[in-house]
């Protein structure tokens, strides 16, 4: 052949190879990041397994003896639905079309997704006794994923992650609450488990909640409307930072200025939604864990916090199409440096409400808190309070797994007499006698107040309120109160009354 001819023979194959690229690319069967090796799938559920390959290519999921074909649709999405299966592995999964994947190491167990702002993302190794914990987390049936951060404006397809064995080492930087909660679950259910880390520090609630949710609740429109303000002032207010920024490279200073809120920022409504829970909602799971608050209740949102959070659930559990699944939740903890603007007791009283929901459990947390630290070191007992709820509400295991929880009150002859749910064994008092207890007569003044167990309720009265209407618990930032039941779980916070705080009812 010619030179000239071999020239032009190569020239064409080449750009062929160049116009068959992407198809060529696009032939290859893909699976998102959860599904590869290590991975843990939910027992007892429809489990899905999807991915892309080319338009119209047959695909065969093969697993424990299932054996499922589809084709993939026009836009070379494709999805499968494993049988329900019981715990055990490990074990391998095919994904078979043009190309083949395998799948190694995969056990089936109970799934669940830990997500919030700080006291959710704080590891293990910034945590109690960290080396101690870290040296004993030899679980070869624990496995640990940690969705990367992200913010989206869009959902997304993905995340970046990749499932981890529990060891001494990928254990260190992994969420200590949610390692507590799957070691107290594996201890007792004896099958793998699998959590998926997503949560953001600092982040508020309405970033973890849908456009769409936003969207159709009318309270919740506000957040729409502020995000909107930031974006428009967000040219200007960056000029600002650069101008600020430049000066203090220059001459230096005490603090070094802060990038404002703008386009991409975590606190964006639906941002992280999109980028880090939509993904997931394909992936079969047994329920959730939440730890989040302080970012609302520091900008003085108790109250609209309420809707908020039981949008939120509702909006999670619409997304993933499980039905009710457990929503287990801490409420905050006792903590003395909230600010100005802070509304951290009308927040915990938000959180109780959303157990209005079916299937929800609160993990309460003022007796382990630190007055002085938003992030409190003990999660070891935050995880394994939210691992005894899980038991119950998920497992249906008959245990007292919650601290009383205020149900109702009624009025005597000058006091007060409330009634509580889960009071287990008894109500008693941590230390001495009952304390954090106050009450108010009609000028909505309260006054600290005697408290006694009586008749396995508790009543209430003061020496300064000659006619009491009602009563308040723990209603503190950093309260000092001390009900527990029999079993050592603390009571919530709570206030029989709606007064406002500046308002005689």
């Known amino acids: 052949m010619p030179a000239s001819s071999a020239l032009i023979t190569r020239v064409v194959a080449a750009s062929a190879i160049c116009l068959l690229g992407p198809l060529l690319g696009q032939a290859a069967v893909s699976l998102p990041s959860l599904i590869s090796d290590r991975m843990v799938l939910q027992q007892d559920k429809p489990v899905r397994i999807w991915g892309k390959a080319t338009p119209g290519e047959g695909v065969t999921v093969s697993f424990r003896g299932q054996k499922v074909t589809t084709q993939t649709r026009a836009d070379g999405r494709w999805e499968i639905f494993l049988a329900p299966m019981k715990a055990g592995g490990p074990f391998e999964l095919t994904v078979a079309a043009e190309n083949t994947i395998t799948v190694r190491d995969v056990l089936v167990g109970e ?73 107290h679950l594996h201890s007792r259910l004896k099958v793998p488990m699998g959590v998926v880390q997503s949560a953001w520090g600092g982040t508020p609630a309405q970033a973890w909640t849908s456009q769409g949710a936003l969207e159709a609740e009318p309270s919740l429109h506000r957040y729409l409307e502020n995000w909107q303000k930031i974006l428009a002032a967000y040219p200007a207010a960056r000029q600002r930072y650069l101008d600020a920024l430049k ?19 975590q606190h964006s409504p639906a941002g992280l939604y999109n980028a880090m829970v939509a993904p997931l909602t394909p992936f079969a799971i047994r329920g959730v864990i939440w730890y989040q608050g302080e970012s609302n209740a520091n900008q003085g949102e108790g109250a609209a916090y309420r809707r908020l959070f039981q949008t939120m659930i509702l909006d999670w559990r619409r997304a993933w199409g499980q039905g009710a699944f457990p929503f287990l939740f801490v409420q905050l903890a006792n903590f003395a440096k909230t600010g100005a603007n802070s509304n951290w007791p009308e927040l915990r009283a938000a959180q109780t409400a959303a157990l209005e929901l079916r299937k929800t459990g609160m993990a309460v947390t003022i007796d382990i808190g630190d007055p002085a630290d938003i992030h409190p070191l003990n999660k070891r007992d935050v995880g394994e309070r939210l691992g005894l709820a899980a038991r119950a509400i998920a497992y249906g295991e008959q245990l007292v797994y919650s601290g009383p929880l205020y149900r109702q009150m009624t009025r005597e002859d000058g006091r007060l007499r409330l009634w509580f749910d889960h009071t287990g064994g008894g109500l008693k008092a941590r230390d001495g006698d009952l304390r954090g207890f106050t009450v108010a007569g009609a000028d909505g003044a309260f006054y600290p107040a005697e408290a006694k167990v009586e008749s396995g309720s508790i009543v209430v009265s003061s020496p300064a309120v000659k006619h009491p209407l009602a009563a308040r618990y723990a209603w503190a930032d950093d309260p000092n109160g001390n009900l527990i039941n029999a079993e050592g779980l603390p009571a919530s916070p709570f206030r029989t009354d709606a007064w406002r705080e500046n308002r005689k009812p």
């Open 247 to 265: 000066e203090f490279e220059q001459k230096g200073g005490e603090r070094k200025p802060q990038p404002p809120m703008g386009p991409g920022h």
């Open 111 to 183: 799934v669940w997704v830990g997500s919030g702002q700080s006291n959710m993302v704080w590891p293990v190794q910034r945590s109690s006794n960290p080396e101690q914990e870290a040296a004993g987390a030899n679980y070869p049936q624990i496995r640990l994923f940690q969705v990367a951060l992200k913010v989206a404006e869009a959902p997304a397809e993905d995340v970046e992650g990749e499932w981890k064995v529990c060891t001494p080492e990928s254990v260190k930087s992994f969420s200590a609450v949610g390692y507590a909660f799957a070691r």
